[in-house]
């Protein structure tokens, strides 16, 4: 069972950086494809970004094409989430998730097709 430890949050001004990483805790890490939720305070956990088991095929979510930039290093066993220029409607619980891939270039972007989860790590944007 992969384990997925999330870090890089905190308080930040808007128009601030910051870059978010998720530490998986398996050898097989490049047979996952990996995705970045959110969760803000008294709404549902919406999908923010989804990479593919190699890494060349992303996907984002319409609200933070041009911010953020999902990327993996397979050799790390990490994913990490670069967000710029930050919103005060950026703050929220951020999660990494994974799904177990057969496929090379399949990009995840719903919720229920990822099987392990992190516990969360928070940002808050000030404006």
């Known amino acids: 069972q992969a384990q997925l430890v999330e870090s890089g949050g905190g308080l930040v001004q808007a128009g601030a950086s910051l870059r978010l990483s998720c530490a998986v805790s398996r050898r097989t890490f490049s047979n996952y494809a990996m995705g970045w939720f959110r969760q803000a305070p008294g709404k549902e956990r919406e999908f923010v970004a989804g990479i593919s088991r190699r890494g060349s095929e992303t996907s984002y979510a319409e609200f933070v094409k041009g911010r953020f930039t999902i990327s993996r290093d397979n050799a790390k066993n990490t994913v990490y989430l670069q967000m710029n220029n930050l919103k005060p409607e950026d703050t929220a619980d951020y999660f990494c998730?994974?799904?177990?891939?057969?496929?090379?270039?399949?990009?995840?972007?719903?919720?229920?097709?990822?099987?392990?989860w992190g516990q969360g790590t928070q940002v808050t944007v000030s404006s």
């Open positions: 998730a994974a799904d177990l891939q057969f496929s090379l270039v399949a990009v995840r972007i719903r919720e229920d097709e990822y099987t392990y």
